[in-house]
């Protein structure tokens, strides 16, 4: 099965930083990848697919880029509502076997 | 509009069978194309992926639970159903339902249904 290995686990930042989280995968997935916000007690919402792609309706902030097996989730300028845990995603697996990240936790 | 409400017990006891229904609305499971999962989120812990059902009847697990897991559809009714078998305390855990598009991301997701397994 595709292992994906997200860092940081965790880190801390502020109103107003630019932030990167990397997500590696352990074959290339070619840019089947998708990023995820959660927020405690809720479920998670889709952010970016595809590697790069804006899901309608997410703030134009958020910005993903990547492609084989290093991807890389960033946020422009944060704002207070984006501090939460961010999971990656693969959906290159035939037959499907979706995996997930093991989250990165984004703190104030 | 597309929602996914799920239902199903809060406590099972070790060895029981969980049975967990999706109720959805804003499409149809007939329409080619259409797919939806189950995922899971142990306390504290990351998402897993359980199945997969699509709208011609096939059937996709996570290769370390399929021997628990069957999943189904009802199209009359909207509904999808998610068995898992043999339940323990590890499996404690919020299991949500999702739609997924064509590229394989989950775009929709239910509130998700706390389960806790213990005697």
């Known amino acids: 099965d595709i292992q994906l290995t997200q860092s940081p686990s965790s880190l801390s930042a502020s109103v107003g930083d630019r932030v990167t989280i990397t997500c590696r995968a352990s074959?290339?997935?070619?840019?089947?990848l998708n990023w995820y916000q959660q927020k405690p007690g809720k479920a998670p919402i889709l952010l970016i697919f595809?590697?790069?792609t804006l899901q309608g309706g997410v703030p134009s902030r958020f910005s993903g880029s990547g492609f084989g097996t290093d991807f890389t989730l960033t946020i422009s300028s944060l704002q207070p509502e984006d501090f939460a845990t961010y999971y990656c995603?693969?959906?290159?697996?035939?037959?499907?076997?979706?995996?997930f990240g093991q989250g990165s936790r984004l703190e104030i | 509009q597309v929602t996914l409400k799920e239902s199903g017990p809060a406590l099972v006891r070790p060895t029981q069978t969980l049975t967990l229904t999706c109720t959805f609305s804003?499409?149809?499971?007939?329409?080619?194309?259409?797919?939806l999962s189950w995922i899971r989120q142990p306390p504290g812990k990351a998402l897993e992926w359980l199945a997969r059902?699509?709208?011609?009847?096939?059937?996709f697990y996570n290769p370390s639970l399929k021997t628990r897991l069957t999943i189904s559809k009802d199209t009359s009714k909207k509904q999808v159903v998610l068995t898992m078998t043999n339940m323990d305390p590890v499996d404690t855990g919020t299991y949500y339902c999702?739609?997924?598009?064509?590229?394989?991301?989950?775009?929709?997701w239910g509130q998700g249904a706390p389960v806790t397994v213990s005697s």
């Open positions: 999702t739609r997924l598009t064509g590229y394989g991301d989950f775009a929709d």
């Open positions: 804003g499409f149809s499971l007939t329409t080619s194309g259409m797919r």
């Open positions: 059902i699509d709208w011609d009847d096939d059937k």
């Open positions: 074959q290339n997935i070619k840019n089947f």
């Open positions: 595809a590697a790069s």
């Open positions: 995603q693969q959906s290159f697996s035939t037959p499907p076997e979706y995996t």
